[in-house]
């Protein structure tokens, strides 16, 4: 289904709305106690996140092209499910897969797309803030929180904010900005991304 399945891809991936949406927060007396730290939130997680973004087609829904110029405009929801694994330093990687569905007025049916998820995060243990700046690639592997790009093509980079709770096990991310990367072997144009909102929460399934 011509070139799109790399620019719809980057629908998620995850957390700009809510990595990404919801608010726990950590309180300041755990805050004080010093219980959540970077350090602590090292491990494995499960991760389920949804909302939606706009992607802009050519006149003939071909091919994906610069919004700013683009003459359609379509909705699309947008749900992923991913495992990624975070170390002490806040690096983290991790495979999601999410399904890419349009809203209205397109003749695209449903896709879904299998994305890395590579990052970095910083935290706040004052605040409970945390900061991720991330790239999403199409191929490449993890092992643990390390990637290997052999064979990946960078498909978007992004930044999100995220809270920790229940002691660091559960961490709630938005998304705060996304960029498609121009890329002519997975069907990408930067500017063809806009109106993204995404919000994801991830739950610890082990600890390193």
Excluded: H, W
């Amino acid at each position: 289904m011509i070139k799109l399945r790399g620019a719809m891809g980057l629908g998620l991936l995850l957390f700009i709305a809510t990595m990404i949406g919801g608010s726990v927060r950590v309180s300041r007396a755990q805050a004080k106690e010093g219980g959540v730290k970077l350090a602590s939130l090292a491990g494995t997680f499960a991760g389920r996140g949804s909302g939606f973004l706009t992607i802009c087609f050519n006149s003939g829904f071909t091919a994906v092209a610069d919004c700013a110029t683009a003459p359609n405009v379509v909705p699309f929801n947008s749900t992923l499910v991913e495992q990624f694994t975070r170390d002490a330093a806040g690096n983290s990687c991790g495979v999601f897969t999410e399904s890419l569905a349009p809203v209205v007025g397109t003749p695209f049916s449903a896709a879904v797309n299998l994305r890395t998820d590579v990052g970095t995060s910083t935290f706040d243990p004052t605040t409970g803030l945390g900061k991720y700046s991330f790239s999403l690639y199409s191929g490449g592997t993890c092992t643990g929180a390390a990637f290997d790009s052999t064979g990946a093509d960078l498909a978007a980079t992004g930044t999100s904010t995220f809270v920790v709770s229940d002691s660091g096990n559960r961490i709630e991310i938005i998304y705060t900005s996304i960029s498609a990367v121009t890329d002519a072997a997975i069907g990408n144009v930067a500017g063809a991304l806009q109106g993204f909102v995404f919000s994801q929460t991830a739950i610890r399934q082990k600890t390193l």
